[in-house]
T-cell receptor, first 112, second 113 residues
Framework: GENVEQHPSTLSVQEGDSAVIKCTYS??????FPWYKQELGKRPQLIID?????GEKKDQRIAVTLNKTAKHFSLHITETQPEDSAVYFC???????????FGKGTTLSVSS | DSGVTQTPKHLITATGQRVTLRCSPR?????VYWYQQSLDQGLQFLIQ???????AKGNILERFSAQQFPDLHSELNLSSLELGDSALYFC????????????FGPGTRLTVL
């Protein structure tokens, strides 16, 4: 089955710096790649997603890139702010409407 | 607020007991997913229902079962509980079987003593 690897497991940056989180997936049939942000004790919240027919997607300070050939995708956060501090999860799914397979998460700490 | 509701918020019980977790999807969503989040295993998919029918199974133990009712709410039943079942249990929903976006509920924190 699908396996998603995520790194780094922890990431500390200064406010205003950029942060990059990378994920790789194993199943070339995967075609949907969302990113979720989870604050302590809260639900995972979808922040951005990308489908396999797109190479890059941007939403204000966050962007996601996808390299299908290498089977990896990345989350980029620019101009980080303390409120960006959270655990970020990448995920992949093989087809529409199916279960998400999650990476282990990255704990991002943004210090001011 | 995602529109997905889960009850109860917290549940404390003893080993060997049985509990039921409840989830109401967003209005109009037909698909419900259950995930377990533990410190060492991360977010793991358990089971999916679509319009009342089981659609996919993940790492769900035989002691666990679920169902989706005609009003589309779903229940996850956990029996013969063990200490290792302590975790956050999330429900997520999506509109149709062809929609990828899943919206998570607030979760139920289960503590088995």
């Amino acid at each position: 089955g699908e396996n998603v690897e995520q790194h780094p497991s922890t990431l500390s940056v200064q406010e205003g710096d950029s942060a990059v989180i990378k994920c790789t997936y194993s199943d070339s049939a995967s075609n949907y790649f969302p990113w979720y942000k989870q604050e302590l004790g809260k639900r995972p919240q979808l922040i951005i997603d990308i489908r396999s027919n797109v190479g890059e997607k941007k939403d204000q300070r966050i962007a996601v890139t996808l390299n299908k050939t290498a089977k990896h995708f990345s989350l980029h956060i620019t101009e980080t702010q303390p409120e960006d501090s959270a655990v970020y999860f990448c995920a992949a799914s093989i087809q529409a409407g199916t279960a998400l397979i999650f990476g282990k998460g990255t704990t991002l700490s943004v210090s001011s | 607020d995602s529109g997905v509701t889960q009850t109860p918020k917290h549940l404390i019980t003893a080993t060997g007991q049985r509990v039921t977790l409840r989830c109401s999807p967003r209005s109009g969503d037909l698909s419900v997913y259950w995930y377990q989040q533990s410190l060492d295993q991360g977010l793991q998919f358990l089971i999916q229902y679509y319009n009342g029918e089981e659609r996919a199974k993940g790492n769900i133990l035989e002691r666990f079962s679920a169902q989706q009712f005609p009003d589309l709410h779903s229940e996850l039943n956990l029996s013969s509980l063990e200490l290792g079942d302590s975790a956050l249990y999330f429900c997520a929903s999506s509109w149709t079987a062809d929609m990828n976006e899943q919206f998570f509920g607030p979760g139920t924190r289960l503590t088995v003593l």
